[in-house]
């Protein structure tokens, strides 16, 4: 166990902090590409996910997607909080349940400094992806985690938050303050 964990400190020592890019970059618009297995396990995406893991907590972020740092690839973490584990995420497909009905939602976006938006999201998803092992995973998220993975779902399809706002509330949302979750 004690080796285990010194493994897993010293493979996140070794992470990167990556640059993030902001809008107006085209990979923040581009759909992004799924993974192979043999890719999900390759070195150089194993490596990849420890920077980005490392990247969003350097930067307060609850969830970072690829695209963010110019990775077209369709995979992204969501940061560890009571009750869920870290998560990482891969070729995910979300199936929105609409039943559950929606919720305004006051997001940041690592990726649009200094702004934060109001936006409908699903109160509940259910979600299939592959972990970084390379497991298939079928589960449904609610709450928070619903939110940044939704959040987070539409970075890898080229969509941002000023994307969703309705046009004609769009100045009213669209505020200075950064004190909402960074995704
Ligand atoms: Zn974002």
New binding site residues.
């Given amino acids: 166990m004690i080796i285990i964990l010194c493994l897993f400190l010293s493979s996140l020592a070794h992470a990167e902090v990556l640059p993030i890019i902001t809008i107006g970059h085209s990979t923040l618009r581009a759909q992004a590409q799924e993974l192979t297995h043999p890719e999900i396990l390759s070195p150089e995406n194993q490596k990849l996910i420890d920077d980005m893991v490392q990247t969003m907590r350097k930067r307060s972020g609850v969830g970072l ?1 690829a695209p ?1 740092v110019n990775k077209s690839l369709r995979m992204f973490v969501m940061r560890s909080f009571p009750g869920v584990p870290l998560t990482i995420v891969i070729n995910p497909k979300i199936e929105y349940l609409e039943a559950y009905g929606k919720i305004d939602s006051r997001e940041g ?3 649009i400094p200094g702004k934060s938006m109001v936006v409908k999201r699903f109160n509940k998803i259910h979600v299939t992806y592959y972990d970084r092992k390379g497991n298939f995973k079928s589960e449904e998220f609610k709450g928070f985690k619903a939110i940044i993975a939704q ?1 987070e779902y539409d ?1 890898l399809n080229g969509v ?2 000023v994307d969703l706002v309705e046009q004609m509330k769009t100045l009213m949302n669209y505020t200075g303050l950064t004190d909402a979750p960074l ?1």
């Fill in positions: 997607a963010q976006c690592l990726s959040h970075h941002l938050i995704m």
